[in-house]
């Protein structure tokens, strides 16, 4: 079941003293309609599905959480061997608004691809991950792309990824499968708060720190970059009303204190 956590609540939750500085929205969460999907003691809600494993297999350890962090990492893997997994909370969503704060910690996984280095990220509207199979890389849906910087070059974060899914920008169907949004560059360990505004298959806005940094429109099933699929569960051209939220791994080390939800329209 859904765990409601009034805001109160959810501001009161345990914050490890050792972050970096304060959350960026404490002053600013002020509506009781935020649902807290983290609860900063267990993972209560969530199910990870890891390629070659089955749905809620997690031999590794890989989500667990540490000093009231859910904590993602890789200290019992001897490779990364391709082994991509998701963390899925157990509802689905259409109408929402999603806040995560988040910040890239330690060194990537020996055998991790060379473009997940400090890459993470957030799916949403993906498919049930009843329906995914054992060898399936990505769910089918939408991504918020997290990324960190290396120091030198610009690597902008909460951008959009369309694993099975096509998305249009000012009427045009966009063509990339990952597509820059125009925030600033992290380059540390800081914690970055990252929103999104979902409304169904119509829109989706990206804000970093309370600024927009990317939106788009007409959300459909559709494009490649997703393999080992059932394909009964990519129909092209189907509507992408609706479906869960997932949190990556990828090979980096990442760490999230919080995970918010507000439903708008009941949805």
Known sequence: MLLLISLGACVAQQIPQ????PSLTESSL???DWIALFNGRDL???IPKIR?????EDPEGTFRIEDGLLTVGYENYQNFDERFGHLFYEDSFSDYQLLIEYRFIGTQLIGGPDWAFKNSGVMFHAQDPNSMLRAQDFPVSLELQLLGGNGTDARPTANLCTPGTEVEMAGIKVQA??????????HGD???TVELTVQADTGVSHLVNGKKVLEYEHLTVGG??????????????????HGY?????ESHPIQFRRVLIRRLNGT
């Open 245 to 249: 939220i997932a949190l990556q791994s």
């Open 190 to 192: 800081e914690w970055v």
């Open 30 to 32: 002020g509506d009781e």
């Open 177 to 186: 499968h990952c597509t820059n949004s125009t925030s600033e560059t992290f």
């Open 224 to 241: 490649g970059s997703v393999d080992g699929f059932d394909d009964a569960m990519k129909l092209d051209g189907q509507l992408l009303t």
């Open 52 to 56: 070659g494993n089955e749905l809620g």
């Open 44 to 46: 209560t809600g969530w």
């Open 18 to 21: 050792d972050s970096a500085q």
